[in-house]
């Protein structure tokens, strides 16, 4: 079924498709966009790319490069950013910005998903919440489903300053730390930690979101990345647990759509402005021309503001683990311990992870 449809990469300042700019995947360039609250550069790879545009690299140098080669990372959204401050004043003055817990990356959806999530979702929910980012918070089986978590713990690396450029890497190249003497000040009075995983487990605590704030006029950069889910083939696979995406993706099934989207959300969680909105969007091949311009019935896809998320997204809730009952068959307690022997036997550092607990585990304890 996936060879039925071509997969493109857009981003804009809301979630219309009309105010997007394509993304050359893969390619080192940066699509700008800008509001009054923010401006973004922004870069996306993907590895074994097959989407639009046409004649797009297939592959970036930056999945040749550490950690991204060891971790066989599959799509990197790598962005930098300065936050504007909406007095609109000259300064913003010292520690004036958007706070640590404020400042939200993630995924929403404008309908239900419920009745098509995959077997076992809610074991990889739980997976996820345990080894990857136990930050995340929101409701998948909400009316407007979202999957938010503060970008200070989700993200993989955190740069304060506009990191480097760097074509043999593939472009914006984001390592954790700090771009001049200033910076590097500013994180440590912070109290940040300088190794990515450890700030990452750091920024969990409450305290770690309050001191830090992403103040106005401060340029910063971010890479999020991971093996998991991999858009050449439209699969999920996340330890102990893997799925093909395609039937459930945007929680449709796929005959009744000629597009489906996935879109990845800057926004701040108090306010509920919007920075940044990147769409992973599929298309039927028939419905994109030769020069991969999209035709008339596939570009009206997504541009109406019927579109914009419903306020219930506003509502902050915990992940509901609801019980798999369209999956008689799925043994989820399996795909757990199959789970925990694969993640005790990852090296972090040079020093194996104790048995049940992941790599960013809140230090009080394991993640249930």
């Given at each position: 079924m996936a060879d039925k449809y071509v997969l493109r990469v857009t981003a804009g300042p809301t979630y219309d498709l009309a105010t997007h700019k394509e993304v050359p995947v893969n390619a080192p360039d940066l699509v700008r966009v800008s509001t009054d609250h923010m401006d973004v550069d922004v870069t996306v790879r993907i590895r074994n790319y097959k989407g639009l545009p046409r004649n797009s690299p297939a592959v970036s140098p930056?999945?040749?490069?550490?950690?991204?080669?060891?971790?066989?990372?599959?799509?990197?959204?790598?962005?930098?950013?300065?936050?504007?401050?909406?007095?609109?004043?000259?300064?913003a003055g010292a520690g004036a910005g958007i706070s640590g817990a404020d400042l939200q990356f993630g995924n929403d959806f404008d309908h239900p998903i419920r009745d098509r999530l995959p077997p076992g979702f809610s074991y990889a929910m739980k997976i996820v919440k345990w080894w990857i980012d136990p930050g995340l918070d929101g409701d998948p089986y909400a009316d407007n489903p979202y999957l938010f978590g503060p970008a200070l713990s989700s993200c993989n690396t955190i740069h304060v300053g506009p990191a480097v450029?760097?074509?043999?890497?593939?472009?914006?190249?984001?390592?954790?730390?700090?771009?001049d003497a200033d910076a590097k000040g500013w994180r440590q009075d912070v109290g940040a930690p300088s190794d990515p995983k450890a700030r990452m487990k750091w920024a969990l605590q409450e305290q770690s979101k309050e001191d830090w704030v992403w103040e106005y006029g401060r340029t910063y950069a971010v890479d999020f990345f991971n093996a998991y889910i991999d858009f050449s083939e439209f699969a999920l696979r996340l330890p102990g647990y893997a799925v093909p995406i395609m039937k459930y993706w945007d929680g449709q099934g796929l005959r009744k759509k000629r597009s489906h989207q996935l879109r990845y959300v800057l926004r701040n969680r108090t306010t509920k402005d919007v920075y940044l909105v990147i769409l992973f969007t599929l298309y039927l091949k028939e419905?994109?021309?030769?020069?991969?311009?999209?035709?008339?019935?596939?570009?009206?896809?997504?541009?109406?503001?019927?579109?914009?998320?419903?306020?219930?997204?506003?509502?902050?809730?915990?992940?509901?683990p609801e019980e798999d009952a369209k999956a008689p068959d799925f043994d989820g307690e399996a795909a757990m311990e199959e789970a925990r022997k694969h993640l005790a036997e990852v090296e972090l550092g040079g020093k194996k992870e104790e048995e049940g607990k992941g790599a960013a585990a809140v230090a009080d304890g394991d993640i249930d």
């Open positions: 930056y999945f040749t490069h550490e950690p991204h080669a060891a971790n066989n990372d599959q799509y990197s959204i790598a962005f930098r950013f300065t936050p504007k401050d909406p007095a609109k004043t000259k300064t450029f760097d074509d043999e890497k593939g472009g914006l190249w984001v390592e954790e730390g700090a771009s419905d994109v021309n030769e020069d991969g311009t999209l035709k008339p019935e596939a570009a009206r896809a997504y541009t109406s503001e019927a579109h914009t998320p419903a306020a219930s997204i506003e509502r902050e809730a915990a992940i509901t």
